[in-house]
């Protein structure tokens, strides 16, 4: 209710301004020429942004270049991404490599698996601008991420006076629910103010299926237990951003932005399973209800300074960081069990109070300088605090009172500090564009979980120091252009998430737990891409890289409970081979396709003995789009993706074909309707290997089939040169944290 009378606030000032500025145009008359002097007429040339830009050291992804994005969550953004995917837990893949740090203006999101799915869902698609892909980031940015970095980049309005948009987007599956923003920006003399705000209505669902066969030693089928599960996933969400520019000179800018997210999620699950003997015959039935309730918030506080220098573009750069993370989740668990024979009814019911709350003080400094031989030297130093402390009370419901659970019950507190320092060259020859760097970290961590009248205390502390080389060339073989070749190298490290540390145990369903893992160590990888580039439109590429110690789901099971966690397995080594082009044959029609073929080796030693994988898969993705005139424009838009092996998981071919239509009713208002998934072919389902004496596959059926309808006003006028900060200081401990 609030929110519409907002909109119609808005509505109406909009319509007031329009109407008065209509008129006023109407009413004034053109004045008569004081001297014979030819004006030209102002010539404004436009051209329509491409889909996919390769640049040197990343892949930039123009999101309003896609009429299928409007309304949308950024997760769906990015499962446009070429190379990019999202499995069913919320783990974010690049190029088949998990170790993805996803970044929000160059903050990282601090997130991670489905709690990361559940906060790129809850940002509305409408406030980003381009997503960019980073393989191998420069050693300006911090190490993390094995997979690489996704940088999502929001809108920066740069108006004069007051500006304004807002974006309304209705979606509907077999349940309906809502993505809503606005922007603001308002420049008058030195200062500058600007702000963006959403709020999102989630409602969504997920049939999962799931179905084991366990065998004696010898491999002779035993019992199975086969269990389908409906989750139900409701909430609401509020995101705002505000912030201000101060220019205090032609070289001098101080800034500060603040942010606030709150989300109140609701997750409601309901399961029924069957186990039967080695003839098929049922011999037991589960039923289990699990229900969700609780809330996250993150608060953000950046200061940042920016000097710039006549002496040949030197350019300092500061910022000091602050974020508060606070999650409480209470949990609902009941389960009952009926045996045929002997005749027995059990139940079981569990209740969780699961509060967390995570503080980061981080602060950096940059400088760069163009030196006399033609260098362009960049350098910088960053410190970062991390203090996390999470909760679990589990209790035993007995005869409606509550008895602890001193298994299940937790208290853990971890706090890390990261040192670093970068120096980075680059220097354009007539040709050979090369650029390396040179990135140290050091790092000091340590966790303690605390006992209790069951289980006894335990810590443990880490300290170690690394160095991370980057290296670029780019080198154009014709003076044109028309034919480059490109190679990159990079070395980074996979930190644990912070709360994968936290050995907590979390019941899904009677025989499933998801449980942290104290002993993950970081995981580093080597990386080289080599590329030929053809008139800008062709990019074919070879990739190769190497993880030590990698970290990946892995899938346990002890007295016939599952248990997934994180763990370190081993090396894994991925190699393949991309092709991206674009053509546009007419000024209506453009083309866009990208392919992949990879194969993923993993190595590891493992309860089961050695886990030893290795599976080729395909990537296709393409894109057309066309304009029709009239302000009408259309998208069609698919991707595929063959079977894939990774560690323990054998996932199943998947693919989705996507439409949109858009309508430019005027300079100011866009309606767009889009439906994704039309032949409802993404799905998730595979295989789990390496199960001791356990076969075990999987199904997810979810909301992917969608269909939105938004709508998007904005009033305004551009200017140009206005400045911006859009990096902070705490742009890699945001993307550990689960909440």
Sequence with gaps: MLMKIIFKVILTLWLCYASNLAFSQATQMPQKAKSDTLKLKEVVISAQRKFIQQKTDRTVINVSALISTA?????EILTLAPGVSVDQNGTITMKGKQGVMVLIDDKLSYLSGADLEAYLRSLSSDIVQEIELMTNPPAKYDASGNAGVINIKTKKQQVKGFNIGVNLSLRQTKVAATNNSMDMNFRKGKVNVFGNFAYTIRNGYADVNIYRQYKDEVGNPLNSFNQDTHFQRRGYGFLATAGADYFASEHTTFGIAVKGLSRYPENLSTSIGHISNSAGAVISTITSENHEKGNFKNGGLNLNYRRTFDNKGAELSGSLDYLNYTTLNNQNFSAQSYDIAPLSLVHDSLFGHLPSGIN????????????ATGWKLESGIKSSYTNSDNLAEYFNVVAQAEIPDYEKTNHFKYQESINAGYLNLNKDFKRLNIQAGLRIEQTSAKGHQFGNIQRPDSAFQRNYLNLFPTFYALY????????????????????PYYQDLNPFISPLDKFTYYVGNPYLKPSFSDNFELSYIFKNRLTMSTHYSSSHDAVNETIEIANGNYYSRPGNIGNVQVYGISVDGNYAPTRWLSLQLNGELSNIKSKS??????LNTSGYFTYLQALIQLSAGKGWSGQLDGNYQSRQTNAQFLTAAKGRLNAALAKKISASLQLKISVSDILYTNINKGTINNLKNTEATYKNLGDTRVGILSVSMRFGKAVKGQRRHDAGSADTEQGRVKN
């Design 605 to 610: 030693d493992f309860y089961t003995g050695t």
């Design 71 to 75: 309304g949308t969550s950024v997760l």
């Design 360 to 371: 980061i003080y981080a602060g950096k400094m940059d400088f760069s300088q163009t030196l």
């Design 476 to 495: 154009k073989i014709d003076s044109t252009a028309m034919h480059q070749v490109k190679f990159n190298y990079g070395r980074r490290i996979d930190r």
